[in-house]
């Protein structure tokens, strides 16, 4: 019988960190046989579960996320961009499949994580679950469908500690809609409005953000006209979507040949 894929959590103490340790250490298809935290953080040298406040799950947090790269066969990342790149490093000197659902990259960070790909299957969405990537084709298809007539924007809101914005979830909702017009998405994205901002562009999609309480991630795409409106929408109400996503595509990546992919890949869409 083969071993179940060997999965590494990086950020182990985070939001997203304790849903995966979580979510891996449930699953019959995955094991989990690493945390990383930053040195010097609480929970180095704890057993990961007991860190959680839970049962004890056999695995010690470590700083050393080549030695914990080395023994595995992925790593699911949601950390910050600058960490990103590092275990990017990291993976592809151990050859693991490395799964990034951290967002707010600059295009240099996406730039970066290239010559990684080279040697390891990267997996990364702003966004793993299947409601958002689903949404991400038909916002593509609507777009395609309609003319200028509809202005497109496309609102997020999401808890008071989230760091970026638009979220990476808005972003690939932008590329999609300014896919399916067959626009750069750079040259018609419309993100900071505020003041004597005159009126809107034709063709301009706009990005339009909330930050409040603890909102799990919510996203409308509006198609608006004169005298009707579609709106697409999806809620999240539990990390859990994105934790399953990304343990999907840990074992997806499984003997893939390297490269850079997305969940349009992993979940076949
Ligand atoms: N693609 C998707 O489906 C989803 C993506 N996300 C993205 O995931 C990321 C994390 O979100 P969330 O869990 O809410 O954030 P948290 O702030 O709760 O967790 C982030 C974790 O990463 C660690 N970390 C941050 N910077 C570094 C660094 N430079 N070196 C090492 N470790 C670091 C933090 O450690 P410390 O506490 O020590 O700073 C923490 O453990 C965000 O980019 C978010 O947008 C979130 C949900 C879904
Ligand atoms: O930071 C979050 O929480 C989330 N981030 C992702 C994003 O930037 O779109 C995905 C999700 O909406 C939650």
New binding site residues.
């Given amino acids: 019988m083969t071993q179940l894929p060997g999965i590494v959590i990086?950020?182990?103490?985070?939001?997203?960190?304790q849903m995966l340790i979580r979510t891996v250490a449930g699953s019959a298809k995955a094991r989990l046989v690493g945390a990383?935290?930053?040195t010097g953080?609480s929970w180095i040298g704890q057993d990961v579960g007991v860190a959680m406040g839970g049962a004890e799950l056999g695995v010690s947090v470590t700083a050393d996320a080549a030695d914990a790269f080395s023994k595995a066969q992925a790593v699911i990342d949601?950390?910050?961009?600058?960490?990103t790149l590092?275990f990017a490093a990291y993976a592809a000197q151990a050859g693991i499949v490395h799964v990034?659902?951290?967002?707010?990259f600059s295009d240099s960070q996406l730039e970066a994580l290239k010559p990684a790909a080279q040697a390891a299957v990267i997996v990364r969405?702003?966004?793993?679950?299947l409601g958002?990537n689903l949404l991400t084709q038909l916002t593509r298809k609507v777009a395609a469908a309609l003319d200028e007539d509809f202005d497109i924007e496309v609102v997020e809101s999401h808890?008071n500690?989230?760091?970026?914005a638009p979220?990476?979830?808005a972003l690939m909702l932008g590329q999609a809609a300014a896919d399916g017009r067959g626009v750069a998405l750079a040259d018609v994205s419309d993100r900071g409005r505020d003041g004597i901002t005159g009126a809107r562009k034709r063709g301009d999609i706009g990005f339009a953000v909330i930050r409040g309480g603890d909102i799990v991630?919510e996203h409308d795409v509006m198609f608006a006209a004169a005298g009707e409106r579609i709106i697409l929408r999806h809620i999240a109400t539990d990390?859990l979507v994105?934790a399953r996503?990304?343990l999907k595509a840990a074992v997806w990546g499984q003997g893939k040949t390297p490269g850079e992919y997305d969940m349009i890949d992993v979940l076949g869409l």
């Fill in positions: 990086t950020g182990a103490s985070g939001r997203m960190g990383v935290e930053r953080h949601f950390t910050a961009p600058e960490a590092d990034i659902g951290t967002t707010g969405a702003g966004n793993m679950s958002v808890h500690q989230k760091v970026d979220s990476g979830t991630g990390r994105f996503g990304a």
